[in-house]
């Protein structure tokens, strides 16, 4: 079993910057590809960035310049560096890792419960 938990969330001024956080644990062979959603009240998950195995990035229109996704594959750690935040930005972002739990098996999609991030002044 894999569990992620997502940490760094909270209530910002717009212009501010947050750091996110996802750790997974449990039976972990290896981890491809990281990702971060968000889900605003009333609105379906969006997709926000995509930090592969071997670090290629992607994201989102809507946060390209202002947020970077890195990961730290020694700590099974992916982050969401979010600046220049805006009340838009408000939503409870989740992350999701595609794993291998044994070396030669399948991957398989994990998700966090998500972390609350709030953008008002």
């Known amino acids: 079993q894999v569990q992620l938990v997502e940490s760094g969330g909270g209530l910002v001024e717009p212009g501010g910057s947050l750091r996110l956080s996802c750790a997974a644990s449990g039976s972990i062979a290896s981890i491809n590809a990281m990702t971060w959603y968000r889900q605003a009240p009333g609105k379906q998950r969006e997709w926000v960035a995509t930090?592969?195995?071997?670090?290629?990035?992607s994201y989102a229109d809507s946060v390209k310049g202002r947020f970077t996704i890195s990961r730290d594959n020694a700590k099974n750690t992916v982050y969401l560096q979010m600046n220049s935040l805006k009340p838009e930005d408000t939503a409870v972002y989740v992350c999701?890792?595609?794993?291998?739990?044994?070396?030669?098996?399948?991957?398989?999609?994990?998700w966090g419960q998500g972390t609350q991030v709030t953008v008002s002044s």
């Open positions: 999701n890792a595609n794993v291998k739990i044994v070396v030669r098996g399948p991957n398989y999609n994990y």
């Open positions: 930090i592969t195995g071997g670090g290629y990035t």
